[in-house]
Structures are given as C-alpha cells and as structure tokens.
C-alpha cells in the first residue's frame, strides 16, 4: 500500500517533513511554524504541530505514517533541554494518536544504520543533499540537521516499507 512518511525529529526545535510515496520531500515544518523562539529556546505548541500535520494530512492521497525518532534524555544534557526533547517526542505521538495516523517510534543508531550514517550530524545533511538536491537551499546551513534528520526519517519508513 502507497503511504507518505512524516519524519519527525523531535530535537529543539520540533521538526517535521514529509516524504511522498515515490520518495520526493514534498513539506516541512520547524521553528516559528512549530510553537517559536522563546530566549534560547523553541517553545513548540502542539496546537501548531497539530494543525501543521492536519493540513498534511487532509491534502494526501494516500495514508501517512509517521517515523518518530526515539530519544530520552543523554548523559551530561540539561534538565531543561532534556525535558524539550522528551516533551516534543509525546508531543509527536498524542498527534498521530489524535489524528488517527500510525507511528513507529526508531532509536537514531537503527535508523541511521539502515542508511549507513553514524551519530555525525554533518553526514545526515550531506545525505539528505544527495537524496534531495532540489532542497540544498534550506540544507545549505550546519544548522539544518534537525531538518536533515527529519526527512531521513521519513526517507527510512519509505526504505523499510512501515
């Protein structure tokens, strides 16, 4: 069955991007669209990020799947910054729970592995390059990894058939 794969990286900020069922990298989502700058840090609003995937997903013509990174909090990182990231990965789930759409929730060393990547964030952009040369602008920037990530993500639910 055709789906499109919403890769979601729920790094601060929260970031979304959505591949169709032929692997092109049609949307994305992330830093004022997903709740905005608060000081140093994003402040995601699920009522963005709710309406964002509910756009999407109304102008799809086929089912989405969503391809959720899964993290917890990593040695040595802040309470504050920890808490981001945890939040912004339940943020993720009660949508798709919401919305009626099915997650696969994959750790970041399974989901790189799969597309030969290790922890460097610099190669996943590199990658994501290659795959999607029509969006080198958005990608041209080291601070474009979450985004990077994010369609990665979504790149591998296409690759693995979730």
């Not at 990593?74 to 798709?96: D, L, Y």
Request: glycine letters at 8%; hydrophobic letters at 40%; charged letters at 20%.
């Amino acid at each position: 069955m055709k789906k499109y794969y919403l890769g979601i990286d729920p790094g601060s900020p929260l970031t979304f991007a959505l591949i169709s069922p032929t692997g092109k990298w049609i949307a994305r989502a992330t830093g004022e669209l997903v709740g905005g700058k608060i000081g140093k840090y994003f402040r995601n609003s699920p009522e963005a990020c709710a309406a964002i995937v509910k756009k999407w997903q109304a102008n799809t013509h086929y089912p989405l799947h969503a391809v959720i990174e899964s993290i917890g909090p990593r040695q040595g990182e802040g309470v504050v910054t920890a808490s981001e990231f945890v939040a912004s990965m339940k943020i993720s789930q009660m949508m798709c729970v919401c919305y009626g759409i099915p997650y696969t929730l994959v750790s970041p060393q399974k989901w790189k592995k799969s597309l030969s990547l290790d922890s460097d964030k610099e190669k996943s952009r590199m990658l994501a390059r290659q795959l999607w040369p029509d969006k080198a602008e958005v990608l041209k920037f080291k601070k474009a990894h979450n985004l990077a990530e994010a369609a990665l993500l979504g790149y591998y639910g296409l690759k693995e058939t979730l």
